[in-house]
């Protein structure tokens, strides 16, 4: 079985560039999370989807991050414009249909982005 | 927000011994996960406990949970070279999300 799969790895950007990042999650999760995890620390949620729709964003700074999960399985995460504070590991993780607190998430590799 | 803080926030160790690290957390939850993260890899879930259960076995790995006070350990007995990573406790509340602690780094020595 496949994991979730995070493109790309690696991304250097300047400061006030646009990036994105892609997820694809495991086949047949219907939750999707995007995590921030800064080093040293543990990944903090930004957003999470059940299906198709972002049922918990409270964490997602909207003035310049964006998210979508169109037909429900690939997701994007998108920053614009990125500053010096956002170099940092963006995880995805998926899981099966939520269902009373059982809650195991399946982490990708994630994308380390610098922004200088 | 980080829920849950780790005790010690480094462990260094011989391997064959057993490796300790403690959780502790702030509000009411459903469960509580333990996750490891090896340098430059994604996080790979462990066990999970529930507010109901008090201690769970998985292999090498034994985890206990107090919910009197709010805190968990994990346990790894007979460490290896390989155990060497970043632990990190992450608890469930009614949101039905991870709130990750900032993690124990652990380093086995060969």
């Known amino acids: 079985e496949a994991g979730v799969v995070q493109s790309p790895r690696y991304k250097i950007i300047e400061k006030k560039q646009p990036v994105a990042f892609w997820c694809n999650p495991i086949s047949g999760h219907n939750t999707l999370y995007w995590y921030l995890q800064n080093l040293g620390q543990g990944p903090e949620l930004l957003i999470r989807y059940e299906n198709e729709e972002a049922v918990d964003d409270s964490q997602l700074p909207k003035d310049r991050f964006s998210a979508e999960r169109l037909k429900g399985v690939d997701s994007t995460l998108k920053i614009q414009p990125a500053e010096l504070g956002d170099s940092a590991v963006y995880l995805c993780?998926?899981?099966?249909?939520?269902?009373?607190?059982?809650?195991?998430?399946?982490f990708g590799p994630g994308t380390r982005l610098t922004v200088l | 927000s980080q829920q849950g803080e780790e005790d010690p926030q480094a462990l260094s160790i011989q391997e064959g011994e057993n490796a300790t690290m403690n959780c502790s957390y702030k509000?009411?939850?459903?469960?509580l996960q333990w996750y490891r993260q090896n340098s430059g890899r994604g996080l790979v879930h462990l066990i999970l406990i529930r507010s109901n259960e008090r201690e769970k076995h998985s292999g090498r790995l034994r985890v206990t949970l107090d919910t009197s006070k709010k805190s968990s350990s994990l346990l790894i007995t007979a460490s290896r070279a390989a155990d060497t990573a970043s632990y990190f406790c992450?608890?469930?509340?009614?949101?039905?999300?991870?709130?990750f602690g900032s993690g124990t780094r652990l380093q086995v020595q060969p």
């Open positions: 509000t009411s939850i459903n469960n």
């Open positions: 992450a608890t469930v509340t009614g949101r039905r999300a991870l709130t």
């Open positions: 993780a998926s899981s099966p249909r939520t269902s009373g607190s059982y809650n195991e998430q399946f």
